[in-house]
């Protein structure tokens, strides 16, 4: 069956055809070189995922024809990574591998440490961001894409958050990750539903945020003894929690 897979925004109702244009479009006929009659997966941001047939590839954009709809599961732990801005290539490489570890939602935090200012470029980085996400997902066979919400201020983000587990990386104090992600699996008790990893800037927190974040129930925790930047301690941590709380669902 064909590993070609293609974002669309939206199936229009009622219609087993739809149009790819622009740089799908552009990836199927000019990159992938697909032709009339093959068949390829597109998906939804929402989880649908549809086998379609390539019926015609004009200039500007591609008909197929939908042979079969599928929904994605449920995941049975939804994660939620609220990092703390970076430089552009290290933010690039953490919204990539968020993605691929099966992330549903990414929050661009700012802190009393952050370097990055978005300033008037706020709208461009999270297409670039979106691009980025949508990009990834194609690569890795998930039906969904991860969530980017704009930017927020720290105090603004952990006031609002509303998952079952609410976890942050502190240098100065912690549980280890590892020892929190295995006590449900030792135990024999159900995992939370929802948890969100909160990782901060390359100079750490303040002592007054870490008391806030805190103060908003999040616990501390801890990756071990080294002091690792702050976009490979996203990337371990997630890798953590795919890993032992087998977010497999994640279609």
Not at 14 to 36: D, M, W
Not at 47 to 56: D, L, P, T, W
Not at 148 to 160: A, C, V
Request: net charge positive; proline share 4%; hydrophobic share 35%.
């Amino acid at each position: 069956m064909t590993a070609h897979r293609f974002y669309i925004k939206e199936k229009p109702q009622e219609s087993t055809y739809i149009f790819l244009e622009g740089e799908e479009h552009h990836h199927l006929s000019k990159v992938a070189r697909i032709r009339p009659g093959e068949q390829v997966w597109l998906f939804e941001e929402n989880g649908k995922q549809y086998r379609a047939r390539v019926e015609a590839i004009e200039q500007k954009k591609t008909r197929l024809i939908i042979l079969e709809t599928e929904q994605k599961r449920e995941p049975k732990v939804r994660i939620t990574l609220a990092q703390v801005l970076l430089k552009a290539k290290n933010m690039d490489l953490v919204i990539q591998k968020a993605t691929e570890l099966g992330t549903h939602i990414i929050v661009p935090v700012i802190s009393d440490r952050t370097v990055v200012k978005m300033g008037d470029k706020q709208d461009k980085k999270l297409e670039r961001w979106k691009r980025i996400a949508v990009e990834a997902s194609k690569q890795c066979g998930r039906s969904t894409v991860p969530e980017i919400q704009p930017p927020l201020g720290l105090k603004t983000f952990i006031d609002g958050g509303k998952e079952v587990r609410k976890l942050f990386f502190c240098e100065r104090r912690g549980k280890s990750l590892r020892d929190i992600l295995m006590y449900p699996l030792i135990e024999k008790i159900e995992k939370p539903s929802s948890i969100i990893l909160l990782v901060g800037p390359e100079g750490g927190w303040t002592e007054s945020e870490e008391q806030d974040i805190m103060d908003s129930h999040y616990e501390a925790v801890s990756l071990g003894s080294l002091t690792l930047r702050s976009e490979t301690a996203a990337i371990v941590s997630l890798a953590m929690v795919s890993h032992f709380w087998k977010n497999e669902d994640v279609s």
